[in-house]
């Protein structure tokens, strides 16, 4: 099945510098990625995802690359806030097939963002 | 909100003993997932079911069993329960029952096993 390898465990920034959380998969047969941020006492909530047939994508500050070759992709938070501040979980699956082994996640990425 | 309602929030029971979990999904959702997060294990993948028929199936034990009802709402049932089960456990949904389409989850039922 499919393992996926999320780094760092902790991540501490200054408010207003990038946060990057990187994470690799193992199945080439997956190709569909999604980002979900966890705040305390909540649920996993999505936040940006990608599919396979896309390198790079964009939504305000947060930005999401893959490389397929390499089996890794990685989160990006430019201009980081307060409200950043969160455990931020990767994951992987083959979208639109019958992969039966649901959504894959990361171990996650506590993002403290300092004031 | 991510419209899926899971109850209880919190449940506090002995080993040994048979709980049930219940989530209503986002109106017009038709699959439900569910999924165990553990300190150590994270994120963990239960089963789906999709307009009442089981579709995957992860990692759940098998004193574990769920089922999706004609309403569409779904219970996750945990018999002889152990410490091990302590958890959170999340109800998610999507629209459709193909993997990669976007999940919605719930905000979770914190189970406590003493």
């Known amino acids: 099945g499919e393992n996926v390898e999320q780094h760092p465990s902790t991540l501490s920034v200054q408010e207003g510098d990038s946060a990057v959380i990187k994470c690799t998969y193992s199945?080439?047969?997956?190709?569909?990625f999604p980002w979900y941020k966890q705040e305390l006492g909540k649920g996993p909530q999505l936040i940006i995802d990608?599919?396979?047939n896309v390198g790079e994508k964009k939504d305000q500050r947060i930005a999401v690359t893959l490389n397929k070759t390499a089996k890794h992709f990685s989160l990006h938070i430019t201009e980081t806030q307060p409200e950043d501040s969160a455990v931020y979980f990767c994951a992987a699956s083959q979208w639109g097939g019958g992969g039966a082994d649901g959504l894959t996640f990361g171990k996650g990425t506590h993002l403290i963002i300092q004031p | 909100d991510s419209g899926v309602t899971q109850t209880p929030k919190h449940l506090i029971t002995a080993t040994g003993q048979r709980v049930t979990l219940r989530c209503s999904p986002r109106?017009?959702?038709?699959?439900v997932y569910w999924y165990q997060q553990s300190l150590d294990q994270g994120l963990q993948f239960l089963i789906q079911y999709y307009n009442g028929e089981e579709r995957a199936k992860g990692n759940i034990l098998e004193r574990f069993s769920a089922q999706q009802f004609p309403d569409l709402h779904s219970e996750l049932n945990l018999s002889s329960l152990e410490l091990g089960d302590s958890a959170l456990y999340f109800c998610?949904?999507?629209?459709?029952?193909?993997?990669?389409?976007?999940?919605?989850f719930g905000n979770g039922t914190r189970l406590t096993v003493t």
């Open positions: 199945d080439s047969a997956s190709n569909y």
């Open positions: 998610a949904s999507s629209v459709k029952g193909e993997m990669g389409t976007p999940l919605h």
């Open positions: 109106s017009g959702d038709l699959s």
């Open positions: 990608i599919r396979s």
